[in-house]
């Protein structure tokens, strides 16, 4: 079965930077053919969209994210990566990472925490 295993999560002051990865296992066919994605909730509000990237490595942000969070992938590790920079205490959230493809149920990984305080 397909598992997303989130990294990288902690604890960090307003300004730093933070790398989250996503890896993937029990994939049958080529992740290539997957499309990718960050999101994140934070206590008491609706999960949301933070960045994805398609099959094609085409590239989508959340507005409040843009410029400050780069989303990669690696196909041959099988893994997504999230760099955020300049992070601010209302980035504080569990970040989850997706795997999709169109027409199917998604899956999801477990969540990494993400903490931005002083």
């Known amino acids: 079965q397909v598992q997303l295993v989130e990294s990288g999560g902690g604890l960090v002051q307003p300004g730093g930077s933070l790398r989250l990865s996503c890896a993937a296992s029990g994939i049958i066919f080529s992740i290539s053919i997957y499309n990718m994605g960050w999101y994140r909730q934070a206590p008491g509000k609706q999960r949301e969209l933070v960045a994805t990237?398609?099959?094609?490595?085409?590239?989508n942000y959340a507005d409040s994210v843009k410029g400050r969070f780069t989303i990669s992938r690696d196909n041959a590790k099988k893994t997504a990566y999230l760099q955020m920079n300049s992070l601010k205490p209302e980035d504080t959230a569990v970040y989850y990472c997706?795997?999709?493809?169109?027409?199917?149920?998604?899956?999801w990984g477990q969540g990494t925490q993400v903490t931005v305080s002083s």
């Open positions: 990237i398609t099959s094609g490595g085409s590239t």
């Open positions: 997706q795997l999709s493809r169109p027409g199917r149920t998604p899956y």
